[in-house]
């Protein structure tokens, strides 16, 4: 079955810009999480969104947000881009909410270069 | 705050060689898991391991869950140059929220 998609692969924005990042689960798995990687942080949680609905949120600012629709496909939205917004974006499917004892599939991720 | 601390960060060895990596915290976690990850893809996950005490073992990988459920080690027989990236615990903590270790970077010297 397919994994975990994740469009675009690669992006590079500009200072102030906004972006979008598209996620496409595992088919039949509900749960969908945003992880942000950097090489000094690891990876960082952002949101959870189980059926539409977000149910867990990191310690992000609020510039930083995403939505589930309803075919749990996911979109995470960043608005006014800070250089330090440059990451791997990692978007994560789980059969059941916040994986617990499933655990995530990740998908390949994509990595926001801003400049 | 829960953390997950891995060691050591870096980890360079030959071929052949056996080695253990450790995922430690003050918190106790409702299940534990370990993920590889490779350069430019994502984290794929090896195991989860949810009873104190609890052994897994993977081929040449062998994963335990302390008794407290506060800690794991990853164990690697034999390692081979296929077993190099980055490995990863996450433990679901409170609140059912998973926090990430920041890895450790295993090199496999051929």
């Known amino acids: 079955k397919a994994g975990v998609t994740q469009t675009p692969r690669y992006l590079i924005k500009t200072r102030g810009q906004q972006v979008t990042l598209s996620c496409s689960p595992i088919s039949g798995h509900r749960s969908v999480s945003w992880y942000q990687q950097t090489p000094g942080q690891g990876l960082q949680f952002l949101f959870e969104y189980f059926s539409e609905t977000q149910r867990n949120k990191g310690n992000f600012p609020g510039r930083f947000s995403g939505r589930q629709f309803s075919n749990s496909r996911s979109e995470m939205n960043v608005s006014t881009l800070e250089l330090g917004d440059s990451a791997l974006y990692l978007c994560a499917s789980s059969l059941g909410q916040m994986a617990n004892n499933y655990g995530y599939t990740f998908g390949s991720g994509t990595r926001l270069t801003v400049v | ?110």
């Open chain 2, 1 to 110: 705050t829960q953390l997950l601390e891995q060691s050591p960060q870096f980890l360079s060895i030959q071929e052949g060689e056996n080695l253990t990596v450790y995922c430690n915290s003050s918190s106790v976690f409702s299940s534990l898991q370990w993920y590889r990850q490779e350069p430019g893809e994502g984290p794929v996950l090896l195991v989860t391991v949810v009873t104190g005490g609890e052994v897994k073992k993977l081929k040449r990988l062998t994963f335990q869950f302390g008794d407290a459920r506060k800690d794991s080690s990853l164990h690697i027989t034999a390692a081979q140059p296929g077993d190099t990236g980055l490995y990863l615990c996450a433990g679901v903590g409170r609140d059912d929220k998973i926090i990430f270790g920041k890895g450790t970077r295993l090199h496999i010297l051929p």
